[in-house]
């Protein structure tokens, strides 16, 4: 490219923020469409666009100018992609892929042809149909489209449950019984070579069935550690194309390493890997993109992410405990300077990073309870006035 590479970004939340941080030290120039005027990368981005990644017109006049597109959510105008790699465009995923991704009973049935393991299911054409089954249940009914972090699914325990079921088209899975989830980055280069993160463990927030903290190294032994690498690696080989594939994996209370679903883009399960690996999760798309050399997922020592989750209600953002939390030495504070905090909602995360998992425990212990995001309080309310 003669010129400095234009990257335009579907979406601008906090993906699309730590992307653009990493970004600058290449001078590349990044470009982020995403509805919200007042999103994270809103006031980063070279140029910000509010518009629908969702609708193909906009998608295709975003990014005419661009060298390469990618996205940082799966709910992106798949046909805009495919045309834009018709106009000659560097599209990472593929669309090819994402199509297969943005639809879960898709992607459920492309791990059975592909002979990956992975939770027993059926297709239903109606989820309100599950009540028709419950000889399968306990299960997880899974919206096909537009889920996310635990939205469009849900536990099905009872004839009682089904009956909360969604309509449309979805996926009715077995309950398998979980040990450990874990999560797997894979970065898949041109040329088909992969470069694989060590396994992270995910440790979920019951409240909100979004993940509450992860480690890494993964306290797993290490024929797990083993299997969970090379599965991870077989699922970002059978997309067979190049790209970032963060793969979240079920350990099994019987010792089976199931795959339970693929992101085809950074996750919330790498970002350690900004302060605690070689190269970081938006680094390795940074090179993706601009088809350079994948960097090296080596982890140094021990570490932890706990994502700081809106609390107490809506509002102005205000995060309490910072002095404590920082006070630890190899700790990192992430904020993605949402305008409105809500309860349930991602507003940062903190990375911890260690020589030795005891003092991991230590720096996630004091991270746990000090750090929060919680509504600003009305002016009569302030310290500085009591
Ligand atoms: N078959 C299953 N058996 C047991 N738990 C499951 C199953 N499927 C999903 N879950 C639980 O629900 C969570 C969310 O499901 P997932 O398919 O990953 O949806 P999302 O798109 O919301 O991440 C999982 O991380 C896991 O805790
Ligand atoms: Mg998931």
Do not use: W
């Amino acid at each position: 490219m003669s010129h400095k590479p234009v990257i335009a970004l579907l979406g601008g939340g906090q993906l699309g923020r730590m992307f653009i941080e990493n970004a600058l030290r290449y001078d590349a120039l990044v470009h982020v469409l995403d509805p919200d005027p007042k999103a994270p990368c809103a006031a980063l981005a070279h140029r910000f666009v509010p518009g629908r990644y969702d609708d193909r017109a906009t998608v295709l006049a975003f990014a005419a100018d661009a060298d390469v597109v990618g996205i940082e959510i799966e709910h992106v105008s798949v046909e805009a992609l495919e045309e834009l790699v018709a106009m000659g465009k560097r599209v990472i995923p593929d669309p090819r892929v994402l199509r297969i991704i943005q639809d879960k009973g898709a992607q459920k049935s492309f791990y059975a042809d592909h002979g990956i393991p992975s939770a027993p299911f059926s297709l239903l054409d109606d989820g309100r149909d599950a009540r028709h089954h419950t000889d399968r249940f306990p299960a997880f009914l899974k919206a096909r489209r537009g889920g996310y972090d635990g939205k469009g699914v849900m536990a099905l325990r009872t004839a009682a449950d089904a009956e909360q079921a969604f309509a449309g088209p979805c996926v009715l899975e077995h309950q398998v019984s979980i040990a450990k989830e874990l999560a797997v980055l894979v970065v898949r280069a041109d040329n088909g070579t992969t470069v694989v993160y060590d396994p992270v463990e995910m440790v979920f927030d019951p409240r909100f069935n979004l993940v509450d903290h992860l480690r890494t190294p993964a306290q797993v032994s290490a024929r797990i550690d083993e299997e969970a690498r090379a599965l991870a690696e077989r699922v970002a080989n059978a997309f067979a194309a190049p790209g970032l594939y963060a793969v979240e994996l079920f350990l099994t209370t019987d010792g089976r390493v199931l795959v339970n679903e693929t992101a085809p883009r950074a996750h919330n399960s790498g970002h350690h890997s900004i302060e605690a690996c070689a190269s970081s999760q938006f680094d390795q798309l940074l090179r993706l993109y601009l088809g350079l050399p994948p960097g090296s997922p080596r982890l140094n020592g021990h570490a932890a992410m706990i994502n700081l989750v809106g609390e107490g209600g809506t509002g102005e953002p205000e995060v309490q405990g910072l002095d404590d939390v920082l006070a630890f030495a190899g700790t990192f504070m992430h904020l993605y300077g949402k305008h409105e905090t809500r309860t349930g909602r991602k507003m940062g995360h903190i990375t911890v990073c260690a020589p030795d998992a005891g003092s991991l425990d230590e720096g996630l212990a004091l991270a746990k309870d000090h750090a929060r995001v919680v509504p600003r309080a009305h002016q009569e309310h302030e310290p500085t006035q009591r």
